[in-house]
């Protein structure tokens, strides 16, 4: 079923484990991941980012995402990872997806309060969470994003006190901390600060999240995670392993992509659930908290459109 965020992300803080976003870029993928939720019985975050999107055009990659989150069995979010552009953000709500990171953490401070704040308010009224980023996550070579501020990253770690005032104002439902973590494979062991984890858990009222999530030691996650982070992303080791699986099977010249994408799906699949164990959320798919934004929210008018047509559709079946 797709949910949004708070339905499944305030369960996890509260019984101290975490659910994974798994990016989608591809129907490999979302396949992939989809199973593995289910085989899980796990909630699960599952979506694409804006620097993706030359991969699989946002309006494409909804077609099979939200039919595949409204058919599983299990609560799947779609979410847009890293929103940059205004514009991307509101596309993604308009077609439906359940929430969106509007990532304004290269801006000035009271920019990024101003921008984000105003993405909240829209996400909310069609009945999605949003996610923020206060100081700044690195990125490392390969994660299809730029660093622009060099090498020194602690300088960029997020500052408690500032990432309280940031939540109470812009009234975001989730906040990507920067405290050691990088996109991408890391070249050097990372450093997470899990002290500077505990401090925000404490400060701030909603749930944290770990970006840069692949080449972590299982220890790391597991310290973050009893630290207070809620929600992990993964995207570098399930793409990796995709790629593995195929390449073990294209034995020969004469093999074509059907011989490689039911390897890449498992591979995935693999993968994704090896994770979810790690996070502490298999097994809790039937942990579900009413969004407090959104309960007894009345039918949008874009809902009402859709029933409207479906009762049309089953109408002319009995024709
Ligand atoms: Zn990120």
Redesign the pocket.
């Given at each position: 079923m797709l949910v949004n965020m708070n339905e499944v992300l305030l369960p996890a803080k509260k019984n101290r484990y975490a659910v994974g976003l798994f990016n989608a870029v591809n129907l490999e993928l979302a396949r992939g991941i989809i199973s593995a939720a289910e085989a899980a019985q796990a909630p699960v975050i599952m979506g694409t980012?804006e620097v993706f999107l030359p991969y699989g055009p946002l309006e494409e990659v909804s077609y099979y995402l939200i039919p595949m989150a409204k058919k599983a069995k299990v609560p799947v979010v779609i979410h847009l990872?890293?929103g940059l552009e205004h514009d991307t953000c509101i596309r993604a709500l308009e077609l439906g997806f359940s929430s969106v990171m509007y990532d304004c953490s290269a801006d000035p401070y009271e920019e990024n309060v101003k921008k984000v704040k105003e993405m909240a308010d829209i996400a909310h009224s069609y009945g999605a969470t949003i996610e923020g980023e206060l100081g700044h996550?690195g990125d490392n070579d390969g994660s299809g994003e730029e660093d622009p501020h060099g090498s020194d990253p602690s300088q960029f770690f997020t500052d408690p006190k500032m990432a309280k005032d940031y939540v109470d104002r812009t009234g975001v439902d989730a906040l990507?901390i920067a405290v050691g973590n990088a996109?991408g494979a890391y070249k050097l062991p990372p450093k997470l600060d899990f002290e500077r984890i505990r401090t925000i858990a404490r400060t701030v009222e909603v749930p944290l999240v770990l970006?840069?999530g692949s080449g972590l030691t299982d220890r790391d996650f597991r310290q973050a995670i009893r630290d207070g982070i809620s929600k992990v992303?993964i995207f570098t080791d399930i793409n990796v392993a995709a790629v593995k699986a195929e390449f073990k099977h294209f034995t020969d010249m004469d093999k074509g992509l059907i011989d490689l994408i039911p390897a890449a799906v498992e591979a995935v699949k693999q993968e994704t659930m090896k994770k979810m164990k790690l996070f502490g959320c298999d097994g809790k798919a039937a942990y579900r908290a009413a969004d407090p934004r959104t309960e007894g929210m009345d039918l949008s008018s874009k809902e009402l459109q859709a029933l409207i047509r479906l009762v049309a559709e089953e109408v002319k079946k009995y024709r």
């Open positions: 980012a990872d890293h996550v990507a996109h970006h840069g992303n």
